[in-house]
């Protein structure tokens, strides 16, 4: 029996809908063209599909060919409205399951408090400004929109890799956009905020500075989608069985820690590799390295609303984990690459208001704009109201209701009766009681005079932009003075420069200053952006509120509490014929136990041999590949191999790169000649006739008398520190 059956008959109204048939009404629609005959549009097999039906074989085409007419009409109207803003996406499927039942204590979500239950998902990350067809590694915040088909109908968690936002109200939004997308005269520059427009307004707007210091972070290059974490933003409202709200904000962790690119490797890696986000989630799934994340929470009792030195309805605030601590309660597993980009990533359509019961919305004002925005764009994208139809978009449970006619309407109701209430059909389909899983809005006392106006209590701008300055590491502030240099250097304005330079000075005089050697202004302090008042005398005014606060939060800092592991880190073996066999397999051994992974890159594709007569096949050339594109890098020894890439200035440059960008480097026996024919400056390698394995800045390196199987252990224990920032102070290699 089909969904549609079931819903027509009205049956199922028990919302128990088991595993298998949870994944069936999900798969339904999704075909496999194995085995089965080429057909028209209506069901026509088809013989021939390489000439169109001609009067003569030299003659023209004829008006009756209805398969070339059918076959090109979808052609050319394969394409959708991208979205104005996430339009380039990568998605997943997966499941999402709760750890306990602890919950229940705040929220009667069912996903959330049933710990044996797996819910279905489908997760699309994205960047924000590009078009669909942009590069993936460019400065930028990354979408991170979950849908959960749950048994009490879809729940979307529509959130950022960055836990606040530019702004306050959504009535900025379209500002925001326009600000930040390409120049509405020559659509340059794709996919970045460096150029005027975007730091006029970011400048004039005070209220940006916190999220702006994110995004000039590295949080803004995951050198991963699987290695970034996911924020809600927003507050929420938890509603327990009792109907007591708590406010909450949602965090997901990656399991394999928070790590970035440096900008040099992701600006090459939008030549070299432009999917390589997409493409790094497409292969790690498709190997069977499931992409895990865990769910944590951040409680707040209603009643401490207001006891916070910040507003919780300001999406431009965090609330410091060190004031109230993340509560982890579940995981997600993405375990399945879409079958088909465009029917799911593309047409997958979010809505922070698809809400089930236990999960409300709050007062936020960009939250409450978003309500509207979600369903707006997606008429505009699908052109029809019935977008929920689709596929993706449907529930896993059964949907009754009484919509009627419109463009793409797939359910077939059956019968008269599409008016509620009604006699004829017996009352059907019938309202449910919160009881029998209604969804009930929270009920909130609301008071106040009809208003356009901003809240006071969203006035410090400034003060959580400090809070990240002075919580970040050395390492990761001088990246951000570097952001800054590139981003305002595009600037061509030199009062937007120096307006936005005034504004850094409020959230930390250094680094104004640092942010103004590198832009040849200086940093002046008498501008005051009028639109949001003055901030130091609003300060002085006690007009900021004086609530509970912190003066550092380390859990802003990605470098602070680093995960280290080497888990699915790709690793280069720079190989040519007269290679040590033993000692690529004892390192490749190695790296496999920590569930790395080794690839032998050589001058052309072929089989290399060894001094030992193995052969080894070439995973990728040079001309195929570059440091950029992995996360460590190995030289074995074997005289001839080594001899041959000192004459290699590929073999060479990826060396100097991988050290330019601070990954871990590793060499052994005649190995580290090839090091010592690079650029690498400021660390000591392994001398020849001793048996020391030497581990310095993340280079490791060991001579002939040194035991390969502990050189491999030192060389994977740098792997795990990700980068080796501490090179950075004296790089001076010329990659
Ligand atoms: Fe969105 N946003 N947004 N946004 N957003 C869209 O909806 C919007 C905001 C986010 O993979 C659009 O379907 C308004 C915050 C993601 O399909 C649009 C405001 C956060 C995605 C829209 C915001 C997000 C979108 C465009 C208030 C993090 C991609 C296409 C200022 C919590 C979802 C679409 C996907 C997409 C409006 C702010 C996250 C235009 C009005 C804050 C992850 O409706």
């Known amino acids: 029996m089909s969904n549609n059956d079931r819903k027509n008959k009205g049956e199922m109204s028990s919302r128990n809908v088991d595993e298998n048939s949870k994944n069936k009404q999900l798969e339904e629609f999704r075909e496999d063209p194995t085995d089965q005959f080429l057909t028209t549009d209506q069901g026509v097999r088809v013989n021939h599909v390489d000439d169109s039906l001609k009067a003569g074989s030299r003659g023209p085409t004829l008006m009756e060919d209805f398969l070339f007419r059918e076959r090109m009409t979808h052609l050319d109207h394969e394409s959708i409205p991208e979205r104005v803003v ?6 997943a499927h997966g499941f999402f399951q709760p750890y306990d039942d602890s919950m229940k204590e705040f929220t009667k979500a069912k996903f959330l408090t049933t710990p044996d239950v797996k819910t279905p998902v489908f997760v699309r990350f994205s960047t924000v400004v590009g078009s669909r067809g942009s590069a993936d590694t460019v400065r930028d915040v990354r979408g991170f929109a979950t849908k959960f088909y749950t048994e009490e109908g879809n729940y979307d968690l529509v959130g950022n890799n960055i836990p606040v936002f530019f702004i306050h109200d959504s009535i900025k939004f379209p500002d925001l956009v326009h600000a930040i997308k390409p120049m509405p005269d020559n659509e340059m520059p794709q996919a970045s905020a460096a150029h005027d427009t975007f730091w006029d307004f970011a400048s004039l707007m005070p209220e940006t500075t916190h999220m702006l210091l994110w995004v ?6 995951p050198r991963s989608f699987r290695m970034m974490e996911g924020f809600g933003v927003h507050t929420f409202r938890f509603i327990n069985a009792a109907g007591k709200a708590t406010f ?4 997901w962790r990656p399991l394999l820690g928070t790590h970035s690119l440096v900008w040099d490797e992701a600006q090459k890696l939008n030549g070299k590799d432009p999917d390589w986000l997409r493409r790094d989630l497409w292969e790690a799934i498709d190997m069977g390295d499931h992409v895990e994340f865990e769910l944590a929470v951040q409680l707040v009792p209603e009643e401490d609303e207001l006891k916070y030195n910040f507003d919780l309805l300001d999406s431009t605030k965090i609330i410091p984990e060190e004031l109230v601590p993340l509560r982890p309660i579940g995981k997600m597993t993405l375990n399945r690459n879409p079958d088909n980009f465009f029917a799911e990533t593309e047409q997958v359509a979010f809505h922070p208001g698809n809400l089930v019961p236990g999960i409300d919305v ?49 359910t077939i109701n059956k019968g008269k009766v599409n008016y509620w209430p009604n006699s004829l059909g017996e009352g059907n389909p019938k309202l449910a009681t919160e009881e029998e899983g209604a969804f009930v809005h929270h009920q909130e006392k609301v008071e106040g005079h009809k208003i356009r106006a901003r809240s006071e209590s969203f006035k410090d701008h400034f003060s959580q932009a400090t809070l990240f300055w002075n919580s970040i590491t050395e390492p990761e502030k001088k990246h951000l003075v570097e952001a800054i240099h590139f981003e305002l250097g595009k600037v061509e304005t030199i009062a937007i420069r120096e307006r936005m330079v005034a504004n850094f000075y409020k959230v930390s005089p250094e680094l104004a200053q640092r942010a103004a050697e590198g832009l040849g202004i200086e940093v002046r302090q008498d501008i005051e952006v009028e639109s949001t008042g003055n901030y130091e005398s609003d300060k002085a005014a006690g007009k900021i509120s004086k609530g509970k606060s912190v003066k550092e939060s380390p859990a802003v800092s990605m470098e602070i509490g680093k995960k280290e592991t080497a888990k699915t880190r790709k690793v280069a073996i720079l190989l040519e014929d007269g290679f040590n066999y033993d000692e690529v397999m004892a390192v490749k051994q190695a790296l496999q136990n920590e569930g790395a992974q080794a690839k032998i890159v050589s001058k ?74 690079t650029s690498l400056t ?30 491999a252990t030192s060389f994977v224990a740098a792997i795990k520190k990700h980068r080796h920032w501490e090179r950075e102070e004296k790089a001076m290699v010329p990659a």
């Open 248 to 251: 909450v904000k949602f965090h």
């Open 86 to 91: 996430h339009a380039r996406g990568s998605g």
């Open 362 to 410: 709050t007062n936020d004002p960009l939250l409450q704009g978003r309500l509207f925005s979600y369903v707006d764009t997606q008429l505009n994208r699908f052109n029809s109201a019935n977008f929920a139809e689709i596929p993706i978009n449907r529930p896993v449970v059964p949907v009754h209701n009484q919509q009627g006619a419109g463009f793409m309407r797939q």
């Open 682 to 711: 400021g660390v000591h390698v392994a001398e020849e006739a001793t048996a020391d394995i030497v581990s310095e800045k993340g280079v490791v390196t060991a001579r002939a008398a040194a035991s390969i199987e502990d050189f």
């Open 216 to 221: 000039l972070s590295d949080r803004a290059i």
């Open 604 to 677: 052309v594709f072929k089989k290399l041999k060894s001094t030992s007569g193995e052969e080894i096949e070439v995973d990728k050339s040079h001309v195929t590949t570059g440091s950029i594109m992995f996360d460590a890098v190995y030289v074995p020894g074997g005289m001839a191999s080594v001899e041959a890439m000192k004459k290699q200035g590929e073999a060479l440059h990826f060396l100097n790169e991988a050290f330019k960008h601070c990954k871990t480097i590793g060499a052994s026996r005649e190995g580290v000649d090839l090091i010592n024919a």
